[in-house]
């Protein structure tokens, strides 16, 4: 039988972001596999979140893709984008939290590639006189990674609908950074 490396990476992600703390010997139960071949795989958990980290990186540049942020408003393509993110979002949300992701001489230029499409997207707006120039770009793109983290964690412990998760995001960003219009 041949491992599936995506289904494995899929099983782990979908066990870690329930249970950030689960043991290598968890995700193999999840994965249909022995602890062995889990670790034939991934040498260690680093390993794994790596890997998984990968995963998530290409998960967010291909929503980003989808959601073709340069056609029509900002608000568009923001909502756009957040539908695209979703089903990844519980991914995200765990990699966000694995600071070891984001220490040292290690970290994935895939996070810098991401940050600065986003950023691009929120300045446009800016310029476009969509979004409130007063908030950085960089402060936006932190704001939303924040809400996509936070809706994920909230629908997953059923604390929220997942139906609303896209509104909840956009609703939110857009009335904390929409520029009013002074009359």
Same mark, same amino acid.
């Given at each position: 039988?041949?491992? =599936?490396?995506?289904?494995?990476?899929?099983? %782990?992600?979908?066990?870690?972001? !329930?249970?950030?703390?689960?043991?290598? =010997?968890?995700?193999?139960?999840?994965?249909?596999? $022995?602890?062995?071949?889990?670790?034939?795989?991934?040498?260690?958990? #680093?390993?794994?979140?790596? %890997?998984?980290?990968?995963? $998530?990186?290409?998960?967010?540049? %291909?929503?980003?893709?989808?959601?073709?942020? =340069?056609? $029509?408003?900002?608000?568009?393509?923001? !909502?756009?984008?957040?539908?695209?993110?979703?089903?990844?979002?519980?991914?995200?949300?765990? *990699?966000?939290?694995?600071?070891?992701?984001?220490?040292? #001489?290690?970290?994935?230029?895939? &996070?810098? !590639?991401?940050?600065?499409?986003?950023?691009?997207?929120?300045?446009?707006?800016?310029?476009?006189?969509?979004?409130?120039? #007063?908030?950085?770009?960089? &402060?936006?793109?932190? %704001?939303?990674?924040?809400?996509? $983290?936070?809706?994920? &964690?909230?629908?997953?412990?059923?604390?929220?609908?997942?139906?609303?998760?896209?509104?909840?995001?956009?609703?939110?960003? *857009?009335?904390?950074? !929409?520029?009013?219009?002074?009359?």
């Amino acid at each position: 039988m041949t491992l =599936d490396r995506e289904q494995v990476l899929r099983s %782990a992600a979908a066990l870690l972001t !329930r249970r950030s703390t689960a043991t290598m =010997d968890e995700v193999a139960k999840a994965a249909g596999i $022995g602890r062995a071949t889990l670790h034939r795989h991934f040498a260690g958990r #680093d390993a794994l979140v790596r %890997a998984l980290e990968n995963l $998530g990186i290409q998960e967010f540049e %291909a929503a980003l893709d989808t959601a073709e942020l =340069d056609e $029509g408003t900002a608000e568009e393509g923001l !909502r756009r984008l957040v539908a695209a993110v979703e089903p990844a979002a519980g991914l995200l949300s765990f *990699l966000v939290n694995e600071n070891q992701l984001f220490e040292g #001489d290690q970290m994935n230029e895939g &996070w810098n !590639r991401l940050d600065a499409r986003v950023s691009a997207f929120f300045r446009r707006g800016q310029e476009r006189g969509e979004f409130r120039i #007063d908030l950085t770009p960089a &402060w936006l793109t932190e %704001a939303l990674y924040g809400l996509i $983290g936070t809706a994920a &964690w909230a629908v997953q412990a059923g604390r929220v609908a997942g139906q609303d998760f896209q509104y909840m995001i956009v609703e939110l960003l *857009l009335g904390g950074a !929409r520029r009013s219009v002074e009359k």
